[in-house]
């Protein structure tokens, strides 16, 4: 194969909506696995890495001097970066090609295929090599899996969908070179979860076969990243890095004689196992995301979250106790989710003693029914699509039945008072104060971006809801239909599939 220059690029925030989860961000670490996974399959290949996250501009790069160009977004960096898309298009080389993938690129392929030339679904390593493998040796596409784009009649085709194993895959340190210094590093240890919650965009990117890396793999990234780049905190992606409790272990073990130090993501029910708790606490495992989304019963049942909701506080009580720190995101915007309800859950944060909670609303993409036969809570008419906050849960991006959605987001703003005024109340170690006011501060940079969205939701909401806030659901349909209609309608007919891609979309 001939030698052949690549370019990845992380696509960035929109700087008109500062939030705090785009401002403690560092980077996300899928493009970096698909880049040092390329690096290593195919020698020729000569990787430059621009993350838009540092603060590095694409257009620095000289774009036409590249063969491939991969692009990683979530919904709302694709959203903030249009123009920055239509111009790397301008100037590309002739010959040269976009390939997209990551989360927006994998639940709106549609969107991405007007930007790029081919879209991954899901886990990006293989088919990227398959996919360059294959135009290198002008080879057919069909094999490539994950593979979607549109062909000569402007057909959606969507190849065979693939669940991979384990691959071990670990970050190429020399990829961070350039990076600024980092107040943690992102890793992931292991990926997929077995659960099945009905809001969880990310087991249809990762799957729900729980697949640990190994444990020498696991120890050799975290030494790589650490000398490359100094930072000794790592922020781990896995999406239940606790799903097993024994490669926990295995992991606190490998992991007893260095000073590192970790955010990890769990379900709530690591409260249970307070040895394996406290053992992995002793190597460095001090704070967990957990997936606490509510107190309420009904709330929990109807995201399918199958958790105990009785036990949610006296979990949450253990891990304090157990001198833990918990962040965990807080969803609103179901029908039965009132101005008087979401009062209630963020005083419960306080009260539950968790120390990050993020209050957000509920986000869904419209035609994954249709797409990946997913399902969805929110109606493909109630999503607000097609903004630079689109699918960034701080900012509310549906229309609620029985509330403005600028009336959710002040909601959302009003519970981080709620929560921080009882928090204080509450809280009385003088580190766990400190952290509180701090996480305040945090949050008070998230205010310019909530109440600009709050202006922009007041426009877009004006004709659909009544003076007692009632959505005009039937207006909303007509007004969907006719942006959107002629969309559906084109990929319903348009989509051609592998047989058996629902069944392993699904897996
Ligand atoms: C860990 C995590 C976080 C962490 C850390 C983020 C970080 N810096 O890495 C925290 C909690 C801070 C966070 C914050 C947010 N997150 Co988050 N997060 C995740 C989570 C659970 C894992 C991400 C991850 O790194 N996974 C491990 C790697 C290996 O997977 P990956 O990134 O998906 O990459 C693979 C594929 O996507 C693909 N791929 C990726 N890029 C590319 C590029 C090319 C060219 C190709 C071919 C393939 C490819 O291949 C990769 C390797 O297999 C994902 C869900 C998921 N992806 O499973 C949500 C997810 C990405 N987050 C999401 C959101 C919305 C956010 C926030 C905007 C939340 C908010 N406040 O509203 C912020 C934004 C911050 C940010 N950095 O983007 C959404 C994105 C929705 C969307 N479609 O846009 C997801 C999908 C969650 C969900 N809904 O289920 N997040
Ligand atoms: S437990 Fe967490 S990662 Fe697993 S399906 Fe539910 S929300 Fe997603």
New binding site residues.
């Given amino acids: 194969m001939r030698e052949l220059k690549v370019l990845?690029i992380?696509l960035g925030?929109g700087p008109q909506y500062p939030?705090?989860?785009?401002l403690?961000?560092?980077?996300?670490?899928?493009?970096y696995?698909?880049a040092s996974?390329l690096q290593r399959a195919i020698p020729q290949v000569q990787i430059e890495m621009c993350q838009m996250?540092w603060g590095e501009d694409p257009l620095t790069f000289e774009i036409g001097t590249y063969d491939y160009i991969?692009?990683?977004?979530?919904?709302?960096?694709?959203w903030s970066n249009l123009q920055l898309l239509e111009t790397l298009q301008a100037r590309k080389r002739e010959g040269a090609r976009i390939?997209?993938?990551?989360?927006?690129?994998?639940?709106?392929p549609y969107e991405a295929l007007k930007y790029a030339d081919?879209?991954?679904l899901?886990?990006?390593?293989i088919?990227?090599v398959q996919?360059i493998e294959a135009l290198e040796s002008g080879e057919g596409l069909d094999e490539v899996e994950n593979l979607c784009y549109l062909d000569g009649d402007q057909v959606l085709v969507m190849n065979r969908f693939v669940r991979?194993g384990n691959?071990d895959?670990t970050i190429d340190p020399s990829l961070l070179k350039r990076a600024p210094r980092l107040h943690w590093a992102?890793v992931?240890m292991s990926?997929g979860c077995p659960f099945n919650c009905s809001?969880?965009?990310?087991?249809?990117?990762?799957g729900r076969r729980f697949r640990a890396k190994s444990l020498k793999s696991i120890v050799t990234e975290l030494d790589g990243i650490h000398q490359q780049t100094g930072c000794s905190r790592f922020?781990?992606?896995?999406?239940n890095f606790t799903t097993r409790p024994e490669f926990c272990a295995s992991v606190a073990y490998e992991l007893r004689h260095r000073n590192y130090h970790f955010?990890a993501?769990s379900r709530i029910e690591v409260a249970d196992d307070t040895t394996l708790l406290l053992g992995l606490k002793e190597v460095g495992f001090q704070e967990y995301?957990l997936g606490v989304e509510s107190e309420n019963a009904a709330v929990l049942k109807a995201f399918n979250k199958s958790v105990d909701a009785s036990r949610q506080m006296e979990r949450l009580l253990r891990l304090a106790q157990c001198g833990i720190y918990t962040?965990s995101?807080i969803i609103f915007g179901l029908d039965s989710q009132d101005l008087e309800t979401m009062s209630q859950t963020a005083r419960w944060c306080a009260e539950a003693r968790i120390m990050h909670p993020?209050f957000?609303c509920l986000?869904e993409?419209p035609f994954q029914k249709l797409l990946f036969g997913s399902r969805q809570d929110v109606e493909d008419h109630r999503i607000i699509m097609e903004i630079p906050t689109?699918?960034?849960?701080?900012?509310v991006g549906i229309f609620p039945r029985r509330m403005r959605p600028s009336r959710l987001q002040q909601a959302i703003l009003d519970s981080y008072q709620t929560f921080f005024k009882r928090a204080l109340e509450i809280e009385q170690e003088p580190q766990r104060r400190m952290r509180l006011k701090c996480y305040a501060r945090s949050v008070a940079e998230s205010v310019r971006g909530m109440k600009t969205h709050i202006e922009a939701l007041r426009k877009i909401e004006a004709p659909y809801y009544s003076s007692d806030e009632q959505l005009d659901e039937d207006m909303l349909k007509d007004s969907f239909e006719r942006a959107h209609g002629h969309l559906r309608k084109q990929l319903e007919t348009s989509i051609r599939r592998e047989p058996g891609f629902l069944t392993a979309f699904k897996a």
Wanted: glycine share 8%; net charge negative.
């Fill in positions: 990845c992380q925030f939030d705090m989860s785009t403690a961000t560092t980077y996300n670490d899928g493009i696995y698909v996974f996250f991969l692009v990683s977004a979530l919904g709302t960096h694709f390939i997209m993938g990551g989360p927006h690129a994998t639940f709106a081919f879209v991954v899901g886990e990006g390593e088919p990227t996919l991979y691959l895959n992102t992931s990926r809001f969880c965009y990310a087991i249809r990117v990762l922020y781990v992606t896995d999406l955010i993501m995301c962040h995101a993020t957000v986000a993409y689109y699918q960034h849960y701080s900012f």
